[in-house]
């Protein structure tokens, strides 16, 4: 059974780039999550999806930020004309179903230089 | 939104116990949930606690809940040093969404 997988795990990207991150969800789980995790933070919600669709973003998602799931399986997640301030590690987790418990990947580790 | 604070910093020998507290703010709150986060990994979960439940028992792991307080604890038993690492509480809410973590507690384990 493998786990939730997230690829890459590091990105270092000048400011103004844009990149995108990848996300694997456990099989079969239908929810996947997205968080952002700064130095010394817990992680803090971005959004997540329902199969397909997205059903909650948080304030933290600005314009810049998309994601997406296409099939109701992989997601991505880009960010565009990156700022320095997007430096964090983005993680990503899945569940069956509502309450139920999320399971993390490693994460991507973004550095804007 | 909802508030979970933790005690940043732990630090027990080796065979001893640990105990790592949690408060949190919402009261509809469903589930309550412990992760350990070991450094440039993600987060690995370690147990949950349904909120009409008072306690939980895993192997080394205890979870106690007071709902009435919004306190929940994690206690592990014949610490090792193995056990170093950063423990999240998160939030499980009312919203059967997202998790609200607290800023994580980092557990020392000396020899």
């Known amino acids: 059974d493998t786990g939730v997988s997230q690829d890459p795990r590091h990105k270092i990207t000048k400011r103004g780039q844009n990149v995108t991150f990848r996300c694997d969800p456990i099989s079969e789980h239908n929810r996947l999550y997205w968080y952002r995790q700064t130095l010394g933070q817990g992680p803090e919600f971005l959004t997540y999806?329902?199969?397909?669709?997205?059903?909650?973003k948080s304030r933290l998602l600005s314009d810049r930020f998309s994601a997406e799931r296409p099939k109701g399986s992989f997601s991505t997640l880009e960010i565009q004309r990156t700022e320095q301030g997007d430096s964090a590690m983005y993680l990503c987790a899945s569940s069956l179903g509502p309450n139920q418990p999320q399971h993390f990947g490693d994460g991507t580790r973004l550095s804007i230089l | 939104g909802e508030d979970v604070e933790q005690s940043l910093f732990l630090s027990v020998r080796e065979g001893d116990s640990s105990v790592i507290n949690c408060t949190y703010t919402d009261s509809s709150s469903t589930y309550l949930y412990w992760y350990k986060q070991e450094p440039g990994a993600g987060l690995q979960l370690l147990t949950y606690?349904?909120?009409?439940?008072d306690m939980k028992q895993d192997q080394r792991l205890t979870v106690l809940l007071n709902k009435k307080d919004k306190h929940l604890s994690l206690r592990i038993a014949d610490t090792q040093t193995g056990d170093s690492a950063i423990y999240f509480c998160?939030?499980?809410?009312?919203?059967?969404?997202?998790?609200?973590f607290g800023r994580g507690t980092q557990l020392t384990v000396w020899p």
């Open positions: 606690i349904f909120s009409n439940m």
């Open positions: 998160a939030d499980g809410g009312s919203t059967l969404g997202r998790l609200y």
């Open positions: 999806f329902q199969n397909e669709a997205q059903l909650e």
